[in-house]
């Protein structure tokens, strides 16, 4: 507990909302232990603590409580673990309608983590530091940047023998002394005072604090985007006014009766790979306990993914060097794959554990319904929202219009959710940029269990998906036409349908003619960006029509997302969660979490990397490259 002292808690976190930590090293836990059994013992504590963890070894799975000195809270911890792959890992605890527990869990080196983090930290907790070369340029590295993510008044501890830790804190604008703690010969203990605090980046965590009647966004869109961007702010303590012009959520494209989420494996373990390996592992960690009551049809117990490309030399090859636990990834050869599958598999695949198949609008429910049990939610059903206007009166200066010009709700904050239907609202602000998203039609299948027809024991896709059996049929798709607006079911899609599902080792009747009179299906539409990646974060301001910069001085840098304009400023804005494609269920809740931290300001769940991925201003970085490589 003398870490704590050393970093003025509790009273440091006293009556606070929220609270960063970011512990450098993490070993067993225990001190992540001794902080939590502080949080929950304190009666002025923090409504929402955020422990961020750093470390290159982790334990694979952490001892029980025999092993620690909070017991309890040991065996919460060790039932909670991931599996541990490179990146942040987000576990909750203590969970309640105001409060919560979160534990970022960050594996990796810190050296190369750290710089990534997007959050404001309150307390620095670096008595673990690991003595390691200096940066090319002399300084102390990562420990010489910390500035960049303290917050005003943040505190540090460091072991006093650690000369590197010491140097790095004064490069960053640490003071040593200044706080009342219980002496200790080996500890420092260092407060943060800058000599100049430079301004926030447009595209960097809110510069301040909101106040309680500020916290209200408006959730355009109840499909599963809006339903995981209500959850996510929900829990942060928001109040949400949810509209859509359905009777119901989830009547979209989140209405398929079933859907699948894996992660993904790539040579180079890309953006793209190491973007859905996060929002599938979150999605396992979220939806996991709502199967395990019911809540609604589906399963976490793995997908196959057929490759008849690879051989089993190959994948034995890219696993090693992508550095994958089994327990996430396994490459399994024909045989397995079929025993695996309890279908006729006509090749190997990559087996992803972290997979499975759900209901999504049973999901979105359940999202919608959590969050209502967080916060004060309204759902404004049958409401279809033909424009947005900035109002001009008081702190809410958003407004959601009908097609009479007549106001549905208004909020500080307004986050569009509605898939395609965001260009219809995007269009009718002039100001933002726009943003490239195109409606790609997807006919899914359906039919009874019967003789020919194989109900996979776990999810297989390839060219195509099937999905396990559920209410006695079996699901396969889907089809992708772009730009196609037609609503009706077609024969033609059917048979496409019918084809692939033969060809992943589910359908073995030859007569297609005869399975086609059982046949049911969907017709819905995705909306699927240029590079297949959510759009997620604020709204970036409409460039096109900026003034042509002053002679004599200096254009502002726009080869990077983070430091495009947007059209929000300290009372709100207008933030964007949408683009899912066909991976809805995969994207959910982490879009939902990471669209969170922008409006709130609480620590971004993932790698400032894939932020920046999922940022929409990427589009205009882009096109800014595309007009100067051009010129």
Known sequence: MAALAGAALPAQWAHRDNFVILEA??????????????????????????????????????????????????????QSWPVLTPGMHTLVFDEGP????????????????????????????????????????GDEGWLSRLARLAAPGCTAVACGESAQVIEGLRQSGFKAGGIHAAPATDRMN???????????????????????????AMVIGAGLAGCAAAWALARQGWRITLIDAHAAPARGASGNPGGLFHSIIHGEDGTHARAHRAAAMRTVAVAAPMLAQSRFAGACQGLLRLDAQTDAAQAKSQAHRLGLPVEHVQWLDQAQARTTA?????????????????????YAQALLADAQAHANVVFLAGQAVHQLQAATHGQKPWQALDTRG????????????SAVDTLTLLKALPQAAPLPVSPVRGQISSLPLQDGV???AIPVAGAGYVLPSHGGRLLFGATSDLDDLDPSLRAADHAHNLEQATQLGCLSMLDKKALSTDLQGRVAWRAVTPDRLPYVGALPLNLADSAQPIPGQKSPRLDQPRLIPRLCNEHGGVYVITGFGSRGITWAALAGELLASWVTGSPCPVEAALRDALDPARIVTRAKARAQTSG
């Open 342 to 362: 309890h279908i006729p598999a006509p090749s190997g695949g990559w087996l992803f554990r972290q997979g499975g198949w759900l209901e999504p609008a049973g």
């Open 406 to 417: 007549e106001i549905i709700a208004e909020a500080p904050v307004v986050v569009l959710a």
């Open 190 to 216: 260092f407060r943060f005072e800058p000599r100049h605090t430079p301004p926030p980046l447009p595209g960097g965590l809110r510069p301040t604090a909101i106040g309680p009647k500020q916290r209200h």
């Open 25 to 78: 090293g993490f070993g067993q836990g225990q001190r992540f232990l001794n902080t939590w059994a502080a949080w929950r013992a304190d009666p002025n504590r923090c409504q929402r603590l955020f422990y961020i963890a750093v470390a290159a070894q982790l334990p694979r799975q952490l001892p029980l409580s025999k092993f620690s000195e909070t017991p309890s809270l040991a065996d919460r911890l060790a």
């Open 98 to 137: 105001a409060s919560q527990v979160t534990l970022l869990l960050a594996a990796g080196e810190a050296a190369d983590l750290v710089p990534q983090m997007v959050a404001r930290v309150d307390a620095f907790l670096l008595e673990d530091v690991p003595p390691a070369p200096l940066a090319p340029n």
């Open 454 to 456: 194989l109900a996979p």
